[in-house]
């Protein structure tokens, strides 16, 4: 069975930098795939070039045995390759419902509108809460969004992200200015996520990438120098020279 995702030599420079630098790799349907690799390696421009926000410059893209290489983001979404925004594209002055019923009105489009105006709300914010409900944020509901602490911002930005169905989601340091407690909340629920949607991270907490990854690639220098289970990960010698060191022994 071919991959959810491939990605063949795929290639994006900034005048004479190559971020992207001939990236070949298959997602599997249903893993967890973290990428990590060095500040500046180019996992975050990667990341932009699979959803669609960030324009390729060659290679190919293959979602669910079609070509998405021209897709704009909004159509790749409509397909469900989803990233998870940052905080910046939540709107802080709605509540934490209306961000995420928003998010549920953009994915069904015209399929609301056959319904009356009460009844299309009551059922938006049906399935708000259920997104809600699995990023444990159902308490938080009518409070204001930008109200929330860090840590459950970065909660609600993974709703407003299941809130399209994405089969394919793409997280970009979900972790990043967590504290600890608000950092275990989050990876419990990445690991909730497991399975039912497929999941590329991308992340700098070690131990959380390697308890929660089913596969890692390691990209150095717009590179991918190794893709494999969190044990022959950590076992590369290639990667502990490039990357990991002596600390993720
Ligand atoms: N719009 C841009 N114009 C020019 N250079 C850019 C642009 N975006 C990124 N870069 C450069 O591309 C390289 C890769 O950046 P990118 O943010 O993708 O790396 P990263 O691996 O996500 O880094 P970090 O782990 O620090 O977030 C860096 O050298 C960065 O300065």
Do not use: W
């Not at 409509?78 to 940052?86: C, E, M, P, T, W």
């Not at 928003?102 to 049906?126: C, H, K, P, T």
């Not at 190794?226 to 022994?249: D, S």
């Amino acid at each position: 069975m071919s991959a959810l995702l491939q990605i063949r030599n795929l290639c994006k420079s900034y005048g004479a930098l190559k971020v992207t630098d001939a990236v070949t790799l298959d997602i599997e349907e249903g893993e967890l795939h973290a990428i990590i690799g060095p500040n500046g390696a180019g996992k975050t421009t990667l990341i932009s070039q699979l959803s669609g926000q960030n324009p390729s410059d060659s290679g190919q893209l293959v979602y669910q045995g079609q070509d998405i290489m021209r897709l704009s983001m909004a159509e790749r979404v409509g397909r469900g390759l989803a990233r998870s925004f940052q905080i910046t594209s939540l709107l802080p002055g709605f509540t934490v419902l209306e961000n995420v019923a928003m998010a549920v009105q953009a994915r069904s489009g015209s399929s609301f509108r056959f319904f009356a105006r009460a009844a299309n709300e009551d059922e938006l914010n049906r399935e708000a809460m259920i997104c809600l409900r699995r990023v444990k944020l159902a308490d938080r509901a009518e409070r204001l969004a930008g109200s929330l602490s860090h840590g459950e911002q970065r909660q609600l930005e993974i709703a407003v992200a299941l809130a399209t169905e994405p089969q394919l989601l793409l997280l970009d340091e979900p972790l990043a200015g967590t504290g600890h407690e608000e950092s275990a909340v989050l990876v419990e629920l990445m690991r909730g996520m497991k399975r039912r949607h497929t999941v590329v991270l991308i992340e700098h907490d070690m131990e959380a990438v390697f308890a929660l990854a089913d596969r890692l690639s390691v990209l150095v220098y717009g590179r991918i120098i190794a893709t494999g289970t969190p044990e022959e990960i950590r076992n590369n010698p290639e990667v502990r020279a490039a990357y990991l060191g002596e600390e993720a022994a």
